[in-house]
T-cell receptor
């Protein structure tokens, strides 16, 4: 299965600042997904990122707050902008693994963000 | 719209017991179901994927079953160990996305 390297694993940030999270995949993938997991909650999809096009955001998430880059088929970044304590969450990237029918989805190791 | 429910929300059992985690979904038109494990503050690790044509999948002490017609899946953990303590999530596809349950938080008592 695909292997995803996600960085940073955790960070503590001041409110009003921005943090960029990176995900590097060891194989080319069409779609990458970014999720947020608030404390005690399940995963919520933020956006889907395809290479060469604008990311598609889910309801309640906007590009100004969560800009995403997808410069090639193995890499993506998510920026959490102008952070507030409410942004404290685990952020995860995910990819479809060589055809999700058989292999499903693979996730990065997560970024634990605390905003103070 | 697909909805996924996991019961129980939390479970504590003594080490060595066999246990069953339950997952139900509202739309049976799925092509697979995936079980994940999440340790606190970490990402998700895929445990088992069952394709719609399969009834069960096994990996070590884990066995997952799927009954599409009733919209249910179970994850059976045999001879539980303290290292099995984690949150277990099931997920089913919907279009290009996957829909998660809220998970079962499992605590194995030494």
């Amino acid at each position: 299965s695909a292997v995803i390297s996600q960085k940073p694993s955790r960070d503590i940030c001041q409110r009003g600042t921005s943090l960029t999270i990176q995900c590097q995949v060891d194989s080319q993938v069409t779609m990458m997904f970014w999720y947020r997991q608030q404390p005690g909650q399940s995963l919520t999809l933020i956006a889907t990122a395809n290479q060469g096009s604008e990311a598609t955001y889910e309801s309640g998430f906007v590009i100004d707050k969560f800009p995403i880059s997808r410069p090639n088929l193995t890499f993506s970044t998510l920026t959490v902008s102008n952070m507030s304590p409410e942004d404290s969450s685990i952020y995860l990237c995910s990819v479809e693994d060589r055809g999700s029918y058989i292999y499903g989805y693979t996730f990065g190791s997560g970024t634990r963000l605390t905003v103070v | 719209k697909q909805e996924v429910t996991q019961i129980p929300a939390a479970l504590s059992v003594p080490e060595g017991e066999n246990l069953v985690l339950n997952c139900s979904f509202t739309d049976s038109a799925i092509y697979n179901l995936q079980w994940f494990r999440q340790d606190p503050g970490k990402g998700l690790t895929s445990l088992l994927l069952i394709q719609s044509s399969q009834r069960e999948q096994t990996s070590g002490r884990l066995n997952a079953s799927l009954d599409k017609s009733s919209g249910r899946s179970t994850l059976y953990i045999a001879a539980s160990q303290p290292g099995d303590s984690a949150t277990y999530l099931c997920a089913v596809p919907e279009g290009d996305k996957i829909i998660f349950g809220k998970g079962t938080r499992l605590h194995i008592l030494p």
